[in-house]
């Protein structure tokens, strides 16, 4: 299904292509806010308007604090709307891991935050008549060898090993030998299955704007898009307040101050504590009721995930996700999408068309596990961060988790999720290694994608870096007009790379992205890419303007 994209299409995703929630929700039905246009004082400002900021402006408007929420672009427009929709609360890292690196207690907080988080929105969803095609389903975990080979067996050893651990931590679970997928009809032998119950699934972006509709509706809420945050500051000493300041020179003075933005706007901090990912997706036709409805990961790395979603009265959407690699560090997209169709036709030969394909970004914290509460150095300014896949969940927690401790309730999960943690000692290395890798990816720097602009085919990008000169982001539109901006990344100074696949520049340092017309589609950064001649500024003005 082609996407056929506005100039104001970054307003309303961060990539060229659609994921399929517009399938059934299109962009159109988004509720409409405006910009900010004043200053305000409120009692808590959240910043983002994603599943984690909506999730902590319900739970504290529901208990009676003011909330003002901002938004760089328009609603929704982050990677709540390019997720995969899995709710889970089985963890990237798996739970031998987890508690191998930060302990038993860790672990059980991390089981019992993600399963009240998939209760949660079961909870509001049936509280506020939100149809988003919620349900409870089991998760399966399979082997990437096929059945009878040595690295299966290996891994079977494993599964049986994680099984007992996620019972020790009070989860329904099992190891089914010979189990084997309903609908899973190809050749491909990978039977042998980790069942775990108790996991579900939505549609992401319907559930969101269920809420967001109920919000703007009570009295002790306010929505403001395309209000771009520039600066976060605790001001005073003693009885200390948050000032945020926006591009259009408005400021909101605040008690506390969320930033639900995936990543903080900073320079560094727990921002050089991360890897950023980038990950691909596919929505592809099956029969309706062909295959088990569930959710199914397999043990590759990057591993694929699978779900389900509705399509019309005849077909289901097989949701497939997988093939990640590194913000910046990689060109290969049409491969990584032709491997997940493959994947897919080889293990479920009813598949029918692949009607969407689509990208998203994953904040991989050291340590396993998200950053959400108090940031670091600060007493009134809350983050929520590093979702390591588990995206969704993390933000339906953070409701809870943040809510409470703005209004000084204990909350248990605050030990493992606490930004100000030290990382354990085992995770050093890593961390050292990852401070390096970062740093060679200035190497840019003196590197030029480009010889020449004529190099370029239209609706295409590339860095051309003169010996002479600062290196420049040139775009060419479909019409053959070049655009050119700065290469240098504004949060950090890294040299962009061109995204062929989303029509984006991506900043391999620490994952910052603009959409094709300059504009910010994701931090770290809060500032656009700067124009470097006419036609790039007006590209810029164009990309920014009302639909």
């Given at each position: 299904m082609a996407t056929v994209a506005s100039k104001s299409h970054f307003l309303n995703t961060s990539g060229e292509n659609d994921s399929v929630w517009v399938h059934k929700e299109p962009y159109s039905n988004r509720p409409h806010f405006e910009p900010l246009t004043e200053d305000l004082t409120t009692d808590v400002c959240v910043i983002g308007s994603g599943i984690a900021g909506v999730s902590v402006s319900y739970e504290l408007v529901t208990r009676g604090v003011k909330v003002v929420m901002l938004e760089a672009r328009d609603i929704l427009s982050g990677e709540s709307g390019r997720t995969s929709g899995h709710l889970n609360s089985g963890l990237d890292s798996g739970f031998v891991e987890l508690a191998s690196k930060r302990g038993q207690e860790a672990a059980q907080l991390a089981v019992d935050s993600h399963t009240y988080a998939i209760n949660r929105v079961g909870e509001i969803s049936k509280e506020l008549g939100i149809d988003c095609e919620y349900r409870q389903m089991p998760g399966y975990d399979i082997s990437q060898y096929e059945r009878g080979t040595d690295g299966h067996a290996e891994e079977v050893e494993e599964f049986k090993e994680e099984v007992k651990k996620m019972k020790e931590l009070g989860m329904t679970a099992e190891y089914?030998?010979?189990?084997?997928?309903?609908?899973?009809?190809?050749?491909?032998?990978?039977?042998?299955?980790?069942?775990?119950?108790?996991?579900?699934?939505?549609?992401p972006t319907k559930y969101i704007l269920g809420i967001l509709k109920w919000l703007a509706q009570q009295p002790n809420f306010q929505c403001y898009a395309r209000t771009r945050v520039m600066s976060i500051d605790e001001k005073g000493l003693l009885n200390k307040n948050v000032k945020i300041g926006t591009d259009g020179g408005q400021t909101v003075t605040c008690a506390n101050a969320v930033e639900a933005t995936c990543v903080p706007l900073q320079k560094l901090s727990v921002i050089a504590e991360m890897s950023y990912?980038?990950?691909?997706?596919?929505?592809?036709?099956?029969?309706?009721?062909?295959?088990?409805?569930?959710?199914?990961?397999?043990?590759?790395d990057p591993y694929h995930y699978v779900r389900f979603t509705a399509c019309d009265d005849k077909d289901d959407y097989l949701v497939i996700g997988g093939n990640d690699h590194k913000v910046g560090q990689e060109d290969e997209w049409d491969e990584r999408y032709a491997e997940l169709e493959s994947w897919v036709r080889r293990r479920f030969t009813q598949a029918g068309s692949v009607d969407y394909k689509w990208s998203g970004q994953i904040f991989e914290p050291i340590d396993y596990t998200a950053f959400i509460g108090k940031n670091q150095g600060n007493s009134h300014i809350y983050i929520i961060t590093g979702d390591f896949g588990n995206g969704l969940t993390h933000g339906v927690l953070a409701g809870k988790l943040i809510a409470d401790e703005i209004l000084g309730v204990n909350n248990p999960w605050s030990k493992i999720y606490n930004p100000k943690r030290i990382p354990p000692l085992s995770k050093m290395p890593d961390m050292i290694s990852h401070d390096v890798e970062i740093n060679t990816q200035y190497k840019r720097a003196l590197?030029?994608?480009?010889?020449?602009?004529?190099?370029?085919?239209?609706?295409?990008?590339?860095?051309?870096?003169?010996?002479?000169?600062?290196?420049?982001?040139?775009?060419?539109?479909?019409?053959?007009?070049?655009?050119?901006?700065?290469?240098?990344?504004?949060?950090?100074?890294?040299?962009?790379?061109?995204n062929n696949d989303e029509k984006s520049w991506d900043c391999p340092v620490h994952g910052s992205r603009f959409g094709k017309d300059g504009l910010a589609i994701c931090g770290p950064t809060t500032a656009n890419m700067a124009p470097a001649d006419e036609a790039g500024e007006a590209l810029l003005k164009q990309g920014t303007a009302a639909a």
């Open positions: 089914l030998e010979g189990y084997a997928i309903k609908g899973w009809d190809g050749k491909v032998d990978q039977r042998d299955v980790v069942k775990y119950e108790g996991q579900a699934t939505f549609h990912y980038r990950t691909y997706c596919i929505a592809i036709r099956v029969p309706k009721g062909s295959i088990e409805d569930c959710l199914l990961y397999d043990s590759m590197q030029s994608d480009i010889k020449d602009i004529e190099d370029l085919v239209p609706g295409t990008g590339g860095v051309l870096n003169p010996a002479t000169k600062k290196p420049m982001a040139v775009y060419k539109d479909d019409q053959g007009n070049v655009h050119k901006f700065s290469a240098l990344c504004p949060h950090m100074k890294g040299v962009v790379c061109w």
